[in-house]
């Protein structure tokens, strides 16, 4: 196992930078007990990062950090003390180490004939980074990327390993309790969990109960997406999806948006990919598929923010204009990447806010007046369009959607003009009036009042497992003292 002492890790925004005592890139579990019972001794805390594709403190210490890059196999789910009769097909259950990056997975599934059952916009993070904070894509009947997960070995305090997974009464745990306890005699070193609370404490621990070694996910047969974008504005998408009319939308819909006013309305994008069994012959359109043009315009934004700011919100109307596109087909996995746009280094917060009542319409109604309103006092512009995905309610306790389907509200500013994070806080401060929960990977200023407000029933729940887990605090940190964890 590779480690090393004092080297600096960066995220990959640009905007977290740490340089912790210890450096470790583990090879195997073993490794990941090692490192916890070596930074037990040495009184130092412990965090695994991702791929560091967040943009929040969620990943770092400044004690031993723990990196991915040696754990990103595929193993065998036929060595994991399954029961003889399981909730889903043996083979949709694929057990992998917590490192293989969604792009590694995609492929390794692929070849094999299978698919992650919904993905986010991008795949270079790692899979545990992504279950982590509650990753998602988009669609209202389709749950966060944590909800994959079946089963999970995490590595925690002392040492020990669990194995933690449903209980047996919801019907929904894969492993046979007599062949684990063949296969790991001692429970001081390796216990199995199969209980609800712990299972959704677990699924989205934001790096504090432990380093997760492995997960197995449930996956599905490869299928294909087909994809329109089609042009509308905010006032007719409001028509179409006021009266709770979102949860009627098909499979993955979600909006992108002008969150200002041109020729008094705000242009607005859907995009719906729909399931079919119809082949695509049509290329992607050149905006989504060629960086070179999106370099370009985000170059001219840079500009226009310090020559022309008000010129900014022209701009984002041609930018949503360029993604039109009626029909684009292929496999899920490349449909689902909104392509190279994930490439321009931005900024961005992301707030979830509950579906019911037309909450979510109340919110970006609220978004884009606070961003009118920075514009017109301060001349400071959001230079991205804004995101509004919708994702189905989960069990995981400390998820953004957890107890509520939820609207996520995605806010960005290219990385390098300066206003772009005071207006997320502005956006963040008015979004609290409409019920909002940050997402855990991205930009925000979670303190621990409110977040006892945000999960109230929940949160004493997640505690309960993490005393246990984090029994001598050695996944304690910057991050869990900000918000309060
Ligand atoms: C270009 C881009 C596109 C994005 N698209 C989306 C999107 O479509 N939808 C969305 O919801 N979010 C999106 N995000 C946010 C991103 O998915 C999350 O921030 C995600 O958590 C990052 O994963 P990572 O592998 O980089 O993990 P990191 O950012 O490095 O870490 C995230 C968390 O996971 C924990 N963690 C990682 N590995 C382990 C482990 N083995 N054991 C325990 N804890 C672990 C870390 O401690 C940390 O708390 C995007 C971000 C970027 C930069």
Redesign the pocket.
Known sequence: MRKETRSTWK???GNQTVTPELSFWPDTRDDVVEIVREAERKGLPV????????WSD??WTEGCLVY?QGLTRILDIDAYQLRAVLPVPKRHLVQVE??ITIRALNAALHLRGLALINL???D???I???T??S???SGIDFLPLCDFIRSMEIVASGGKVWRIEPSVKSGQSITDPDAFAAAFPNRETHELVQDDDWFHAAMV???CL???YSVVLEVRDKFLLKETRELTTWREAKKILSGERIRLTREHFELLLNPYRVDGDNRCLITRRVETDVPGDRERSIYIKYKAVLDVSAWWVRLLSTIWPSKIKNTLDSAIEALVDDDFTDQSFKVFHIGDA?DIRVL?A?YAVPVDGDTWIAAVDSLMETAERVARERKQYLTVPVAVRFVKGTRALLSPMHGRDTCMLEVIGLRDVKPTESILKDVEQALHAHDVRP?W??VNHITPERLRAMYPDSLPRWQAVHVRMNARRTFTGPFTRRVGL
Do not use: D, K, L
Request: neutral net charge.
């Open positions: 995220n990959w925004a965090r695994a990062v991702g791929s560091g594709h967040s969620v990943a991915p917590s490192g986010g916009g991008y270079g993070q790692t545990c980074g992504v982590s904070t990753t998602h894509g621990g934001m790096g432990g380093i997760i994930n961005s992301e997402h990977g991205q």
